[in-house]
């Protein structure tokens, strides 16, 4: 399809002689430029003031923002967070903070730190921390390799093998490949649960190799493991070690604590579920928790009390301490900093009502779930969690629409779109999370559309294949836009 474009390039509104910022005379000596360091002809575009402030304020408008409309984007938790997190994150003492100050000018930084450990523990039953981890997959990674570690600290070298669900995100066996490991994929059951024969056959199989298990609870289909106490138990039982995807943790926290279930390791996804909406590539946070037999492979430095407080109304002193086994530092200082203040603040918000926040999560995606269900596909017709996943397709009804084509014409009402073909093994998947923030009124109005859309699905197939019809830029070929990157701020014309 072609493309539509609203807004001019800001090189197409350039004239000669216009100028927006006026420097004022150097009141130092100046000095000629190094020729290695000197290009000419940079060709920068001459326009005044209000033309630079217009063209970026109309190109901010184009872009649609959970602060504009609905996101619900599945998985990634694309949900509202209060401004106040935004507010303290700028606080001076926090946002000009430096991590090459010493530890005597860091206090505050360091006890908002050392805090946030606890209530992160407190919150999954870890006594055991690392905020250093500076994404979900990089969360991911320090806990495989801290099986890894645990395993040949006991000179046990044969255990290179890894079980993971066929619902997991994508992140868990690439983690697995990078930390030299081996997967082995686990089918799901017709309910999506892990399928409990096909577990115990592959631990029956390699229970001399197998390190552990990588699970995400509840999965990414959307549904919690009805038989997670039987999965513990049956990778412990051979000698492996299980460890939880916490990308998911909107639909159990609070509620449930992992460590109860029998878990030894898991990651947080700051960024999800505690402030800062996940798009537009970060930033994030993904601490590490774990229990006491791997709290020595902790990746450090990690927040300490290295001096009590002499009395009550004294502060304790808070330094580094490096874990007697760490697999090592994974982040340049010490993690995104910005996110544990916001994560902080999100926590001291709610309190002990974080679990009100889980179950207006699950009761939002189960209320649009029974909502949409009888219009389509629901391949595991059950409770979910936080999200759900539909198929986007009707292969009698109107055979030519894809999920994609669904995608699309959500966003001619405003909405952006689910995810699109994940989890991998639904057909035609659309992953949809409602999250917490939402209104009854906004999660009936996305109900509305998605119900009109089924039925143009039908009667006018085209208006889905051609959409989006409103947006400033029409359908593109995703693939070679994948492929050929236009990265310039410049069209690139025909030779």
């Known amino acids: 399809m072609s493309n539509s474009r609203l807004e001019p390039l800001i090189f197409e509104i350039s004239r000669p002689g216009r100028q927006g910022v006026r420097m004022p005379a150097p009141d130092v000596p100046t000095t000629e430029i190094p020729a290695t360091l000197r290009r000419d002809n940079l060709d920068f575009p001459e326009v005044a003031e209000i033309d630079v402030v217009r063209h970026f304020v109309r190109l901010s408008q184009l ?109 868990n066996p690439a983690t ?147 874990p007697e086994k760490s697999i090592g530092r994974l982040k340049a200082f010490h993690g995104n900093f910005g996110m544990h203040v916001r994560a902080y603040a999100y926590i001291a918000t709610y309190g002990t009502d974080l679990a009100e926040v889980t179950r207006y999560a699950v009761l939002n995606a189960n209320y649009v779930r029974v909502k949409l269900k009888d219009h389509y596909h629901a391949p595991f017709d059950r409770m979910c969690g936080h999200e759900f996943v539909l198929e986007g397709h009707w292969p009698e009804k109107a055979p030519g629409i894809h999920a994609l084509d669904i995608s699309k014409r959500l966003m001619d009402y405003g909405i952006h779109p689910p995810t699109n073909y994940f989890p991998l093994i639904v057909p035609e998947a659309l992953l949809i999370e409602p999250t917490e923030t939402e209104s009854k009124e906004t999660l009936d109005e996305f109900v509305e559309i998605m119900l009109k859309i089924a039925e143009e699905a039908q009667t006018n197939p085209d208006l889905l294949h051609d959409a989006p019809h409103t947006t400033p830029v029409r359908r593109v070929d995703e693939v070679k836009a994948a492929k050929e990157l236009v990265l310039c701020c410049r069209p690139i014309l025909p030779e």
């Open 176 to 322: 697995t490949s990078m930390a030299g490991l081996e997967v082995i994929e686990l089918p799901s059951d017709e309910k999506g649960d892990v399928d409990l024969d096909a577990l115990r056959k592959a631990c029956e199989e390699h229970k001399d190799t197998i390190a552990g298990m990588m699970i995400t609870v509840p999965s990414t289909l959307g549904v919690f493991e009805e038989h997670i106490l039987e999965i513990v138990e049956a990778v412990h039982n051979v000698g492996g070690l299980m460890y939880m995807d916490g990308a998911n943790l909107n639909a159990v926290m609070g509620v449930i604590k992992p460590a109860e279930l029998g878990f030894d390791v898991m990651h947080y996804n700051l960024h999800k579920t505690f402030s800062t909406p996940h798009g537009g590539g970060g930033p994030g946070s993904g601490p590490v928790l774990c229990n006491e037999k791997l709290a020595p492979f902790l990746p450090g430095p990690i927040v300490a009390i290295v001096e009590e407080a002499v009395d009550e109304d004294d502060a304790p002193l808070y330094g580094w301490e490096m």
């Open 63 to 171: 872009n649609h923002g959970i602060d504009i409309g609905f996101y619900p984007l599945g998985s990634c938790t694309m949900k509202y967070n209060p401004k106040v997190n935004e507010a303290v994150a700028r606080l001076p003492g926090y946002a000009a903070v430096h991590p090459l100050q010493g530890e005597g000018t860091t206090q505050g930084a360091l006890a908002l730190m050392y805090m946030l450990q606890t209530w992160l523990g407190e919150v999954a039953g870890f006594e055991h921390v690392s905020i250093q981890p500076a994404a979900g997959a990089h969360g991911e990674f320090a806990g495989i390799l801290m099986i890894r570690k645990y395993h040949l600290d006991r000179g046990d070298e044969k255990r290179t093998k890894i079980l993971v669900p066929d619902s997991a995100h994508g992140t």
